[in-house]
Each structure stands twice: as structure tokens, then as C-alpha cells.
Nanobody, 123 residues
């Protein structure tokens, strides 16, 4: 299974970006999917997750109401729509796949990880 994240870039505060994570090798419906981020000098942190069925979603308090995770199983892709971006959202964003299909908030429960995409929010 390979995960390819894309969609990062430079955006002004208050702007929007949509990250994509394409899963290859297996159908994405087999997995719960999550997004995590890692900023310089900080620990990796959970951002959002979605269950294999898509029926359950989870968000970090810091992004709730601004970010939306979704999945398109026909395209084998998971998305992270990020609105009202803040300076503190600057980080490398990683997507991950969970064979248990739960969409967990715990990084250690994920089985596969993508390579990351840089998001930089400027003032």
C-alpha cells in the first residue's frame, strides 16, 4: 500500500487549501484514514480522521470548524479541506491508513504513512 499526499503550498492567513491523499495498492475503503501534522520544534499531532465507512469523523480541537476530512472511495482518495488557515497551521501534513478501519486519533495505530506535504501559512 502506498499513500501519496499532495496539495500543500503557501497561503495567506485566512485562506484555504485542499490536501489530497491517493491510496494505491489497495482500495481506500479498506482503511480508516487520518491526517497528522508536524511543525518544527513540535511533536507530531493528530489533525483529523475518518472511518472506513466514512460514517465517523474526528478532529483535533485546534482545527474543528475549520477543517473537513472526506473520502471518495471511487477515486481511492481522502481529502482535507482547510479553511480559515492560521499561522499555527504551518507544518508538514501526513496522511495515514489504519487497517482496523476505525479512523483513530493515535498515530501509533496507523499502519501506512504517506511522505508528507508542506503547508505554509503567511501573515
Amino acid at each position: 500500500v502506498q499513500l501519496q499526499a499532495s496539495g500543500g503550498g503557501l497561503v495567506q492567513a485566512g485562506g484555504s487549501l485542499r490536501l489530497s491523499c491517493v491510496v494505491s495498492g489497495r482500495t481506500v475503503s479498506r482503511y480508516g484514514m487520518g491526517w497528522f501534522r508536524h511543525a518544527p520544534g513540535k511533536e507530531r499531532e493528530f489533525v483529523a480522521a475518518i472511518s472506513g465507512s466514512g460514517g465517523s469523523t474526528y478532529y483535533a480541537d485546534s482545527v474543528k470548524g475549520r477543517f473537513t476530512i472526506s473520502r471518495d472511495n471511487a477515486k481511492n482518495t481522502v481529502y482535507l479541506q482547510m479553511n480559515s488557515l492560521k499561522l499555527e497551521d504551518t507544518a508538514v501534513y501526513y496522511c495515514a491508513a489504519d487497517r482496523a478501519r476505525t479512523g483513530t486519533v493515535v498515530a501509533g495505530n496507523y499502519d501506512y504513512w504517506g511522505q508528507g506535504t508542506q503547508v505554509t501559512v503567511s501573515s
